[in-house]
């Protein structure tokens, strides 16, 4: 065997290990959160228009099929079907709230400790080199995720403890092994850095891009708050009177005031002809 052509092609491997495990756990992170701390709050408004629209529609298909039937079990099937028709967007909001709030701590972090950034690298280059259970067989698996956790939660200290343990037992890789896993290995991190959210670290360092997509989501922001003023405005007009609120966080809501089940038919019949 060729030493210099097998070292050589080993620390191309432990590079690409870094790359792909920094990418993963420092580099994506940071990318959403810039994302979501620019466009955050809008998606989740969005989503939320998107689904008060749908329970609209959920509604009226309720009131079509269950018409006749007695006014407590109507109620008891539209928030059934709606709870369970818009699962998925509730779901995707709550979902995006959290990571909008996850995003505040990540970008809190590095700003905290970005003095540390180059030698914590440096420090899970080492780590990766001495323990990565690609390379060695390792007694506990603990070992590597304590290593992760360690450069995930800026914890340098671990890291050099980590770096400095002797792991001898290093698995029987050879050179054709070491150009197969490169050759695997540098796709793999092609491909990720097309996927989001590593395609959108270019765009987030143009003001341009930010400006005109934050423009976009609004306009569909404002397109949806138009259908939903539609309704309280063709309501009106067939004299059923709802109260729309146009303000931040109760924009997406209709508050309906009626007495008699003359009257709730009424607005059953008027909400089928408008919400299609």
């Not at 080199?129 to 506990?140: A, E, G, N, T």
């Amino acid at each position: 065997m060729n030493v210099n052509e097998y070292n050589n092609l080993l620390n191309k491997y432990i590079k690409l290990l870094f790359e792909k495990n920094k990418l993963i756990m420092r580099d994506a992170p940071y990318i959403e959160s810039r994302y979501l701390f620019h466009f955050g709050d809008l998606m989740v408004e969005e989503l939320k228009h998107n689904k008060y629209i749908k329970e609209l529609r959920i509604k009226q298909n309720i009131y079509e099929n269950y018409f006749g039937l007695k006014r407590e079990k109507e109620i008891k099937n539209i928030q059934h079907e709606i709870k369970k028709q818009t699962g998925i967007l509730s779901k995707q909001i709550c979902e995006l709230e959290v990571k909008c709030e996850t995003s505040k701590e990540v970008l809190s972090l590095r700003e905290k400790y970005k003095d540390k950034k180059d030698l914590l690298d440096s420090l899970f280059f080492d780590v990766i080199s001495v323990m990565h259970p690609s390379i060695y067989s390792l007694k506990r698996d603990s070992l590597w995720e304590r290593a992760k956790n360690a450069y995930l939660n800026y914890d340098d200290a671990t890291l050099m403890l980590l770096r400095n343990l002797k792991i001898n037992k290093r698995k029987d890789l050879n050179i054709t092994d070491l150009k197969n896993d490169i050759f695997l290995l540098q796709n793999e991190i092609i491909c990720m850095k097309r996927r989001y959210p590593y395609y959108l670290e270019n765009n987030l360092s143009s003001v341009e891009w930010i400006e005109s997509y934050n423009k976009e989501i609004n306009t569909r922001i404002k397109k949806l708050q138009v259908k939903e003023k539609e309704i309280f405005e063709k309501l009106k007009d067939l004299n059923i009177f709802v109260r729309y609120f146009a303000q931040p966080g109760i924009d997406n809501y209709l508050r309906i005031t009626i007495g008699t089940d003359e009257q709730m038919d009424k607005l059953i019949s008027a909400l089928s002809e408008i919400v299609g």
